[in-house]
């Protein structure tokens, strides 16, 4: 591997993972792993191009978003029900240090399911921001650059997805799971 952190090997190791992720929450499992192909032959095209006035992750973050919004506008683009299945990024959520029993393993993925199917359903430019904000870690500045909008309307966005969140979770979901 290079040690120029501006190697394409030296981003495609490092970011490949939590693009793959957040394309992941927002199109579905069975569209990130093309999408998560093709935003790196746009990184990989546009590299060369790269000024620095953003920072990389910003750059790869705007590219990974564009992609999977025109992905959700195209017509055929219809979200696959295996997509919305339990899979690792969930689990790994929460790690815990001691084995669990079946019960707990059955209401833990019960708790996930019910999560994930409201994420899946929160408005575009709500699940992006939450995406981006939960799944990515990144900060309210970096989304805004990263999606073209004002900090405002990232915390605007921020906030109401997470109340709309809590507010389907508490209608839907089994208090004494969350427990």
């Not at 017509?75 to 339990?86: G, I, N």
């Not at 409201?118 to 999606?147: H, M, Q």
Request: hydrophobic share 40%; charged share 25%; aromatic share 8%.
């Amino acid at each position: 591997m290079n040690g120029n952190p501006f190697a394409f090997e030296t981003i495609h190791e490092t970011f490949r993972p939590k693009v793959q992720r957040y394309l992941t929450r927002l199109v579905g499992a069975g569209e990130a792993e093309d999408l998560t192909q093709e935003v790196f032959v746009k990184v990989s095209q546009g590299l060369p191009n790269f000024r620095g006035d953003a920072q990389l992750s910003t750059w790869i973050y705007r590219i990974a978003t564009n992609a999977a919004i025109d992905k959700m506008r195209a017509p055929a683009f219809r979200q696959d029900a295996q997509s919305c299945s339990l899979n690792d990024e969930w689990h790994g959520l929460r790690a815990i240090s001691e084995p669990l029993s079946l019960e707990q393993r059955t209401m833990r993925k019960e708790r996930y399911a019910c999560f994930r199917n409201f994420v899946d359903k929160l408005p575009a430019n709500y699940r992006t921001v939450v995406a981006l904000s939960e799944l990515g870690e990144l900060t309210n500045g970096e989304i805004a650059a990263i999606l073209g909008v004002s900090l405002e309307t990232v915390k605007i966005r921020l906030h109401r997805g997470r109340a709309m969140l809590l507010e389907k979770l508490k209608s839907h979901c089994k208090a004494e799971d969350w427990l």
